[in-house]
């Protein structure tokens, strides 16, 4: 129907302009059929017509002008009727065969869902706009995909990690209470042991709520300075490093940033954790804090055991850890680097891990620094072997 229309405006539109330009035209050619003696649409012929009288000339063109604007009238009209059931037929025809792929596409879309988010479109043909609307579609189910796949392994990993502080507790208090011989040490040993298991489950689920937070976003915004933050927490951790005989160098410049202090202190507190807990004695930690080509640069090395570069990616799924913790520690989460990926995506920066020279990672984190920003006031704050207060295990 809007072919058809269109047609028909269009139409309209070349009637009018030939019904005009005919208007000027039919006098002129009257004049000369009548000044040749044309009677009833015949020339006499081998002998002269006499002179045409003015009066009845001038009557005969607009008869004759008339019938004839008339004809063309009635007959482009009638034309015109014609190609517009053409067009519209036509159209019918051609807007179906266009549109029988959006309408596959559609329905083959309805029909997906999320125990079925494996399927494609796979649309073949020829690289045009429905074949770039199937492909994008295509790529948004396979993001819908994984990211349906990532939100089932976690909550199975969550479930997992929640069950086992509850079971490990549930089963201490069934060991003593059925044990006929138990003191009131023993019972103080089992409530000792459920408060620990009880004081991890709600690490994990901080750190779950840390990291469900960073994923949605940040509700506002307000100016940081990136280096009294590291200088901060560095300084909070220096009893945990000299324990552990590991050396934690910070260098910081003047480095402001705009986003949550709560969560920006969290993602340092994670790398600077990390950093001291995947470490060797003897090792060292170096934090720092700088501007550099315009942003706002963090950047946490340590030595430690070598990492795979291709399990670079898995280190910053949640529940994932590499190797076995030093020194027997087994109160890991695995949530700490994959909370920094969720808070770094959160202030629009960017996040780079590579393996370190020595061992262990190099890892940087990039924030884009507010314009008129200046870095160059240097600010050594921390230099030796040096550590921390405990926080909560990522």
């Not at 009257?30 to 006499?50: E, F, H, L, M």
């Not at 393996?355 to 050594?380: H, K």
């Amino acid at each position: 129907m809007l072919y058809g229309g269109l047609f028909l405006a269009a139409g309209v539109v070349l009637l009018a302009i030939t019904y005009v330009l005919a208007e000027r035209t039919f006098p002129i050619v009257n004049q000369k059929i009548i000044g040749g003696t044309q009677v009833n649409g015949a020339i006499p012929s081998g002998r002269s017509s006499p002179p045409p009288n003015p009066a009845a000339t001038a009557a005969l063109v607009d008869r004759l002008r008339s019938a004839d604007l008339h004809h063309l009238l009635i007959d482009s009209s009638i034309a015109l009727a014609v190609m517009v059931a053409v067009s519209i037929a036509l159209g019918w025809l051609i807007a179906g065969r266009v549109l029988r792929p959006l309408r596959a596409i559609t329905e083959t879309t309805r029909q997906i869902s999320e125990d079925n988010l494996h399927q494609r479109l796979a649309m073949e043909g020829p690289p045009d706009e429905l074949r770039d609307l199937s492909d994008t579609i295509d790529g948004l189910l396979s993001r819908l995909d994984a990211a349906f796949d990532a939100q089932r392994h976690f909550a199975a990993n969550a479930s997992h990690e929640l069950r086992t502080p509850l079971t490990v507790g549930r089963t201490l208090l069934e060991m003593v209470l059925g044990d006929p011989d138990a003191t009131i040490e023993s019972y103080r040993a089992v409530c000792l042991d459920v408060l620990e298991a009880g004081e991890q489950q709600e690490q994990l689920i901080e750190a779950l709520l840390t990291l469900a937070r960073s994923q949605r976003g940040l509700d506002r915004r307000q100016p940081l300075d990136l280096a009294q933050i590291a200088a901060e927490v560095a300084h909070a951790r220096q009893p945990v490093a000299t324990a552990q005989k590991v050396r934690l160098d910070v260098a910081v410049r003047p480095a402001p940033i705009s986003g949550d202090p709560h969560l920006v202190e969290r993602l340092v507190s994670n790398l600077v954790d990390n950093a001291l807990h995947y470490n060797l004695p003897g090792g060292n930690v170096q934090v720092l804090v700088d501007i550099q080509a315009g942003e706002a640069r963090l950047k946490v090395t340590n030595t430690g055991p070598a990492v795979p570069p291709e399990q670079l990616n898995r280190m910053l799924q949640p529940f994932q850890r590499i190797g076995t913790d030093r020194a027997g520690h087994h109160n890991r989460l695995g949530l700490g680097l994959s909370i920094v990926q969720a808070i770094t995506a959160a202030h629009g920066a960017h996040l780079t891990l590579h393996p370190g020279n020595a061992g262990g990672l190099d890892i940087e984190v990039r924030f884009l620094a507010p314009a008129g920003s200046n870095g160059n006031r240097p600010a050594q704050l921390h230099d030796g072997a040096s550590n921390r207060m405990p926080t909560t295990p990522q």
